[in-house]
């Protein structure tokens, strides 16, 4: 019965960032951190963003590839 109260909660939880991969939490008071980037990807200019995401994306699927 326990399921529904053991959930996490949405706010505060660990991440890793979608660009970069690297781990933080989000929310964070002070941050700007978003719910798919970190702090220092979340800082870049949105074009540039949309263009990490599509080879982080790429590079996901590679490596799926090469090691099933
Ligand atoms: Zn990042």
Same mark, same amino acid.
């Given at each position: 019965m326990p399921d529904k109260q053991t959930r996490l909660l949405p706010a505060t939880r660990d991440k890793a &960032?979608?660009?970069?991969?690297? @781990?933080? /939490?989000?929310p964070e008071k002070g941050s700007a951190a978003t719910r798919f980037h970190c702090e220092a &990807?979340?800082?870049?200019?949105? @074009?540039? /963003?949309?263009v990490?995401?599509?080879?982080?994306?790429?590079?996901?699927?590679?490596?799926?590839?090469?090691?099933?």
């Amino acid at each position: 019965m326990p399921d529904k109260q053991t959930r996490l909660l949405p706010a505060t939880r660990d991440k890793a &960032c979608k660009i970069c991969r690297t @781990a933080y /939490r989000y929310p964070e008071k002070g941050s700007a951190a978003t719910r798919f980037h970190c702090e220092a &990807c979340a800082a870049l200019p949105a @074009a540039f /963003r949309k263009v990490l995401n599509r080879m982080s994306m790429r590079i996901d699927a590679l490596e799926r590839k090469s090691n099933p």
